[in-house]
C-alpha cells in the first residue's frame, strides 16, 4: 500500500473571537428562518444554483474520504411526473396500510397525506442517493463504510446550501423508494436515501405553527 500524500492546509480562516461570535449568531440566525415548505411555485431557477449547492453538497466529510453519494437533479417535466406517480402509489399504501397509528398521529399536526403535488410544480427534485459499495480502476469492489452517514452530512449541507441561496426545499422520503433508481437510471451499488424538493415558495405558501427546541433542551455543557 502506498504512504498517504498531505498537503498543506489551505482555505482555512481565522477570525478574532468577536468576528468569529458574529459569523456563528449570523449563520445560526439565517439557518433558523429555514422552514420546511410543501407548497412551490412553478417559477424555474437556474441549473447553475443547483450546481453550486450540490457542489457544496459534495464538500462533506465521508468515511476514508469515499463520497458516497450521487445526486440526480432532475427539471424534466415528464421524469417529475413520473416520479410523483411511483412515489404517490407507495404513499397511498403507507397512510392506508403500512403506517402505525403512532407515525400517523405523530404527523397530523403537519397535515401531510399521499397526494405529492409539489413532485411537480417544483422547478427541481434533487435525489440523493447513498453509494454502498463502490468499483476500483481493476473492477473489483470496495465497501463504502459509513454511507450512509456520509450521505446524511452531504444531504444537510444541500439542504443548507439551498436556503443559503434563497431557496426553500422539502425532504420526501416515499417508502420504499427503488422505483428512483429505475426512473433515474441509477445502478445498483446505490439507494434512494433521500428525495429534496427544491425552488421557489408558492406566494400564499403557509407552514405549520411549530416551534424548534430551545438550545437548553437541545444542548449540555460538561
Known amino acids: 500500500m502506498d504512504a498517504p500524500r498531505f498537503v ?4 482555512w480562516r481565522e477570525y478574532p473571537p468577536d468576528e468569529m461570535k458574529r459569523r456563528a449568531q449570523s449563520f445560526a440566525d439565517e439557518l433558523h428562518r429555514r422552514r420546511t415548505v410543501r ?3 412553478a417559477r424555474p431557477v437556474p441549473r447553475e444554483v443547483i450546481e453550486s449547492c450540490v457542489r457544496a453538497a459534495g464538500s462533506a466529510p465521508s468515511g476514508a474520504n469515499l463520497q458516497p453519494w450521487h445526486f440526480c437533479a432532475v427539471s424534466d417535466q415528464e421524469v417529475k411526473r413520473r416520479i410523483r406517480a411511483a412515489a ?4 397511498r399504501d403507507f397512510y392506508e396500510h403500512r403506517a402505525p397509528q ?3 398521529d405523530a404527523l397530523a399536526p403537519l397535515g401531510t397525506d399521499s397526494s405529492k403535488p409539489f413532485l411537480e ?9 447513498v453509494q454502498l459499495w463502490g468499483l476500483l480502476p481493476d473492477g473489483r469492489k470496495v465497501k463504502h463504510y459509513y454511507a450512509q452517514e456520509s450521505a446524511g452530512l452531504a444531504t444537510g449541507m444541500l439542504i443548507a446550501a439551498l436556503h443559503h441561496a434563497g431557496l426553500v426545499a422539502l425532504t420526501h422520503t416515499p417508502s420504499p423508494m ?5 426512473i433515474c437510471e441509477r445502478p ?10 427544491a425552488g421557489y415558495p408558492a406566494d400564499d405558501a403557509r407552514v405549520p405553527d ?7 433542551e437541545i444542548t449540555s455543557f460538561k
Open 210 to 216: 411549530i416551534q424548534r427546541k430551545p438550545l437548553s
Open 178 to 182: 427503488g422505483f428512483l433508481n429505475e
Open 39 to 41: 407548497e412551490f411555485s
Open 188 to 197: 445498483e451499488n446505490e439507494r434512494a436515501f433521500i428525495l429534496l424538493v
Open 88 to 91: 404517490e402509489k407507495e404513499e
Open 102 to 104: 403512532e407515525w400517523l
Open 8 to 11: 498543506p492546509l489551505a482555505g
Open 121 to 129: 410544480i417544483a422547478p427541481w427534485l434533487i435525489v440523493c442517493f
